[in-house]
């Protein structure tokens, strides 16, 4: 297996502060890639690194060998949806759908074909209902932007967050589509989430993130949810070991 | 409660990201008003002595032209006097009356210097009326009835900017005004003497003027409070979804990909749709500057040509790639090339220049060598001032809020050092290399040369385009990064 994504002395540095430091990181062709930490991380720096929308202070991203912030080539590849800024609110989803088609070589029917998979996910809210996208719900919304990305098959789809704002049944058939796309069509995903189960669930590969620095980089197996759920519960459990916590501390010790 | 409105709009100001900008900005307005407030000073105390110096009576004659004031004030205000943006969603869920957080928005906007300005005309232009002599009530009175005046057109304007209907009908009014005293049919100035004149001779009447900006404002303060319950979240007006094909545009590839989505935001956003029925507007500039005698020389012609046939370059061209800030970062992760975007925003603005030297053609009545001078001038607008605006667009980085219809010219954080530097060749470089042909040789040369200019633009296109396109790709991380403030 040949790197599909791979970083070398990767920096981003804000006034100062150090938001993001890896050395060296390979993601691997079909892998599906978790991505998780607290608020802060470096979780959504990254990606923007990786789609080039901000500039490193040093270091490389390659994505299938084409250094991102070089060349352009790997755009025609790569499918991604990190927020509400990937949405062209004035649209109908239908148009949306179809414009991104057009940009990736697909035509109206190739789209229409494309988007029949995805009858459930969309539970007969997006599609045929003469609404522009601003006027969906924030989790509609989120639903088109998803599929958006995930247009003509790219290579590599990299979606920041997907699980928060949509409703269970949609979750698990966002998971569903994920394992298909990795199992039919060697989809290489890169997925950022806050949610420990989600993220064992539909990955195979999860790294932690901390202040900016890998602290974590696990294949999933069955323990790897408790492993994960015990690194992040371990800062309040020590608190409250020493007593740091308020809550911790009975109230008659307080007073 | 309205010392903490008062601190979080100073942090709000001096903390906002364009504050250098605007700091400066507010500097050099700050002294172009105290140079105008001196004059109006100066105004205000001298013409009084200056008008008997002539034989006419002071006070009848204001009034005679205080109407052209008023109007103009509205016009003025309307462009220039920001309308106050208060963010009101996170105070209402607080617990602060609703009608403390609108009368807190309408008092603000009553200190402005729109407000203040003519206090310093009226105020010691009243004081000379009665130390020579007039009488005090009827003195006071008129100045009251000044004073509604200016408030009146401080609510007024608000309502403009915020109503469409206000700004349709106001703006009928003025235009109907204005070219019935152009053409002279009708001269305002004989009915509004009598009212001005009215407010002096009977005093209860110009109190009574008070009744009228009082008014407004109580309509002000309904309409924005009920603005503030029904939350466009809370009502939300849906109107169905448009689904134009523009199939015909297909056959184009991505070109046509990009212009179908232009076109459909141009015509399903507020903003946008103000801002090419702006552009129309300039195509009727040359009637205003062309018919005016001292106004009719060659130069002026090619200069009003620029306007004509550029009004959708300068006014939507300007703004490339703003137009497309909301979503920009969609584009810069798509499999899209700069030059496929920025040919479909070169083929918009050519084709609507190209639009208005046609509908430009009714100046054929004014005599051909004025149209003449407006085809020189769209070619030019086509072959360099079309580049130049994509080029001064890799500056503006201001983001453009689709859904709000408000200022189409308002937006002075578009004002910057690099925009106005590109803006210059704009109008200033055919002007001057047809002075230099008209000069020399004759006016057929100057408009030639200009359109010889024009056509060398179209023969480098492609050289540059490479030029816009490099500096895009510099400006690129710069311009992600500002559009994500939108504040």
Sequence with gaps: MNAMISIENLKKVYNGVTVLNIPHLEIPTGQSFGLVGNNGAGKTTLFSLVLDLIAPNTGTVSNNGIIVNESEDWKRFTGAFMDESFLISYLTPEEYFYFIGELRGLNKSDVNEFLQQFTELFNGEILNKRKYIRDLSKGNQKKAGIVGALIGYPQVIILDEPFANLDPTTQYRLKDIIRKFTAEKNTTFLISSHDLSHTTEVCSRIVVLNKGEITKDIQ???????????????????????GDSINAVPFSNRL | MIKTFLSLEWKAFSRSASFKLNLALKIILGIIAAFYLVMILALGVSVFYMLKEKNLEPLSTVNKYLVYWWLLDLVIRYFLQKSPIMYVKPFLTLPIKKGKIVSFFLGKTAISFFNIYPAFFFLPFSIVLIVNGYPVMQVLSWHVAMLSLVFFNNYLNLLIDNLDRVFTAVLIVLVSFAVMQYYGWLDITIYSTPVFQAFYGYPILGFAMLLLPILLYRYCFSYFKNVLRTDEAVQPRLKEAQTENFTWLEKYGTLGTFLKNDIKLIIRNKRSKSTVLVSVLFLFYGILILTNKTHNSETWRLFAGLFITGGFLFTFGGYVPSWDSAYYPLLMSQNIRYKEYLTSKWW???????????????????????????????IYNIGVNAHLVLLGGAYVKTPIDLAAGKKVFGDKKAFNVQTLLIALPKIVLPLLIFYIFYRNWNVTAGYLSVAILGILGLAFRNKMFRIIEHIYKKEKYATLAAYKQKN
């Design chain 1, 220 to 242: 999933t197996n069955t323990e790897t949810l408790k492993e994960l759920e015990a690194f992040f519960s371990k800062g309040i459990l020590e608190d409250t070991r020493r």
């Design chain 2, 348 to 378: 918009l603005i050519v084709i609507a220049t190209f639009a208005s030297m046609i509908l430009a053609s009714f100046y054929l009545f004014m005599g051909w060598k004025i149209y003449l001078a407006i085809i020189a001038a769209g």
